[in-house]
């Protein structure tokens, strides 16, 4: 079964430092995996995602994520921290091939500090 | 691109009557539209799976008759919520993609409250 977890529920950083948001994953398959990113009383907003190709992928607003099979990690990161990306980041992986739902994490809460 | 309209985004109303969330993809043809719940400061829980011209297919625990959903164009997916009590009370999301293997896109959600 696929699962994914997300190893930091709560994630503090100054404005202007890096940002390392983890995600671990389980899955039976060639997984798709996601990153997307809630503000407050908002749907989510597809960061990125990763569908086999490039194992490093760029998304908007500076973020990227690295596939790491050996590790089954997908850590979201990102060069300096703005204020504008303090929000709840969610960590995806889809279902099984035929019906592609989405597993996924518990979230992990970003706060950016001035 | 990949616009995701929910309509409405807020609603209060009293224990007993039905409200029905509209989710319109703008930009795109929706082949598949996802209803989820989420509770404060939790996860998304999926609560149906509903293909354009099809019944939905409901997760285990959703009560399909008190959550009736239609999905009966490539562009709109209702909600509706029947006979709603408090403990309907939530924020719901709908999603939509086009073709299987493409990234679902989100509404910016409503939230429900019930008196």
């Known amino acids: 079964a696929q699962s994914v977890t997300q190893l930091d529920s709560h994630v503090s950083v100054s404005e202007g430092t890096p940002v390392l948001l983890r995600c671990n994953y389980s899955?039976?398959?060639?997984?798709?995996l996601f990153w997307y990113v809630q503000h407050p009383n908002k749907g989510l907003q597809l960061l990125l995602k990763?569908?086999?190709?490039?194992?490093l992928v760029k998304g908007i607003n500076g973020f990227e994520a690295e596939f790491k099979k050996s590790e089954t990690s997908f850590h979201l990161t990102k060069p300096s921290a703005h204020m504008s990306d303090a929000a709840e980041y969610f960590c995806?992986?889809?279902?099984?091939?035929?019906?592609?739902?989405?597993?996924f994490g518990t979230g992990t809460r970003l706060k950016v500090l001035a | 691109g990949a616009v995701v309209s929910q309509h409405p985004s807020w609603v209060i109303c009293k224990s007993g009557t039905s409200v029905k969330i509209e989710c319109r993809s703008l930009?795109?043809?929706?082949?598949?539209m996802f209803w989820y719940r989420q509770f404060p400061k939790q996860s998304l829980m999926l609560m149906a799976t509903?293909?354009?011209?099809?019944?939905?297919?409901?997760e285990q625990g959703v009560e399909k008759d008190k959550f009736l959903i239609n999905h009966a164009s490539l562009t709109l997916s209702t909600l509706t919520v029947t006979s709603a009590h408090p403990e309907d009370s939530s924020f719901y999301i709908c999603?939509?993609?086009?073709?299987?293997?493409?990234?679902?896109?989100f509404g910016d959600g409503t939230r429900l409250s019930i008196l």
């Open positions: 999603s939509a993609r086009g073709s299987i293997n493409q990234p679902q896109h």
């Open positions: 899955s039976s398959y060639s997984p798709s």
């Open positions: 990763y569908t086999s190709a490039a194992t």
């Open positions: 995806v992986v889809s279902d099984s091939p035929g019906t592609y739902k989405y597993i």
């Open positions: 930009d795109f043809q929706a082949t598949t």
């Open positions: 509903s293909n354009e011209g099809s019944k939905a297919t409901y």
